[in-house]
């Protein structure tokens, strides 16, 4: 897989991976990688088939969204929460 430099709103994967991180389940007190893992094992996004390489798959994910500004790390957690800016664009 490689590194997209840019995300695509249109993109049937980056939608279901925003509503993922949308999702009111994680409003108050943000996400972790498992957490984010786990819900789109359940949907069609194109995770990878080896189990030891899907936490570094959303790590990759989560450092994308963060150089866009749609997420920010919650401070001395591993959790992450979206930002206002990213409110706007995801949604």
Not at 9 to 18: A, C, T, W, Y
Not at 40 to 63: C, H, I, K, M, W
Request: proline letters at 4%; hydrophobic letters at 40%.
């Amino acid at each position: 897989m490689t590194l997209k430099a840019f995300i695509n709103p249109l993109s049937r994967n980056e939608r279901m991976l925003f509503e993922v991180l949308l999702a009111g389940e994680h409003a108050l007190h943000g996400f972790t990688n498992r957490d984010v893992r786990q819900t789109l094992g359940r949907t069609s996004y194109p995770l990878a088939a080896n189990e030891d390489r899907q936490p570094s798959q959303v790590t990759r994910l989560f450092r994308r969204l963060h150089a866009h500004g749609l997420i920010a790390k919650i401070p001395r957690s591993r959790r992450w929460r979206v930002s206002l800016a990213g409110r706007r664009t995801m949604s």
